[in-house]
């Protein structure tokens, strides 16, 4: 008797769990993106930034880029020109620039009478090299834009994910039916309040000599993006989630640009002991 139970309820539950992945990624039932608010960082051309950005143009998406250039800038204007879309400058490790950015994010928001749908962590850097031979001030700007940046962008763009969520004075029946619709834009489709999209990088788990910095930056927002991942789709049905490439060509990393800069900071920033000492462990075999 107690087998059959058992038996039954398994069941059921296998039943609900395979109805509830269907319901889930089914496209008949995911909600559109279309006329979404997000925000996209690193979208200087010829990067995953960029990408993401045609990508998400594709799908109706209304999406604030900001780029690290003035090139990059100048580029994706031409291209949002006579669109909704906005271009704006920014450097993520300077407090100015992305309370700048927050503004303008704001203004869009109050203009489309929405809330931020989506953010895009891609702003990175890449270092390479020995840990005793990158100098302090490179590799603490590594770590500086990979992580710092990603903390506080984030920690500015959630009230703007969650805004009109618990902000105001709520009656029960009030706060009932935005619990009901909560969970039923969760089992329509997960994330419906909004997404923090991190991208990290496999460098984060498997680590290597001479990318210190870069994997203890990636690491860092892994770790940062699980714990997020808790707390905002417990209590607002934000969801955080990560991107983790492997090794991949792009405008911030490839072989020439990385040989060039290493070459760069052997002959003009490593104390001639270093040079010494690291010449004579590479090149005298």
């Not at 001030?137 to 903390?151: A, C, D, K, Q, S």
């Not at 994330?191 to 496999?202: A, D, E, L, Y």
């Not at 792009?250 to 760069?264: D, G, I, N, R, Y």
């Amino acid at each position: 008797m107690i087998n059959n139970i058992i038996f039954l309820f398994f069941c059921v539950w296998l039943c609900g769990f395979v109805v509830f992945q269907i319901i889930s990624y089914h496209s008949l039932f995911r909600k559109s993106l279309k006329n979404k608010v997000v925000l996209v960082t690193g979208c200087d051309a010829g990067g995953f930034g960029y990408s993401t950005v045609e990508a998400l143009r594709k799908e109706g998406v209304v999406v604030i880029a900001t780029c690290y250039t003035d090139d990059g800038v100048k580029k994706l204007n031409e291209e949002f020109k006579d669109t909704p879309n906005v271009v704006l400058k920014m450097d993520i490790t300077k407090k100015e620039d992305v309370e700048a950015v927050i503004k303008e994010t704001s203004k869009v928001l109050q203009q489309r009478k929405t809330n931020l749908y989506g953010l895009v962590n891609n702003a990175g850097v890449a270092e390479w090299g020995l840990f005793e031979c990158i100098p302090l001030h490179r590799f603490n700007h590594v770590i500086n834009v990979n992580l710092f940046g990603m903390t506080t962008l984030t920690r500015y763009c959630i009230p703007l994910m969650r805004r009109d969520t618990f902000e105001t004075r709520q009656t029960p029946r009030q706060f009932l039916q935005l619990l009901l619709t909560i969970c039923k834009q969760w089992v329509l489709h997960r994330g419906t309040r909004g997404r923090i999209v991190n991208i990290c990088s496999v460098a984060g788990r498997l680590i290597g000599p001479s990318i210190s910095c870069y994997s203890i930056s990636k690491a860092g927002a892994i770790a940062f993006t699980d714990s997020i991942r808790i707390e905002l789709q417990s209590l607002f049905g934000i969801w955080a989630c990560t991107v983790e490439p492997q090794f991949t060509s792009s405008a911030m990393v490839t072989k020439s640009k990385e040989t060039q800069l290493v070459k760069q900071i052997f002959e003009k920033e490593l104390s001639p002991d270093l040079q010494s000492i690291y010449q004579l462990c590479f090149f005298s075999k």
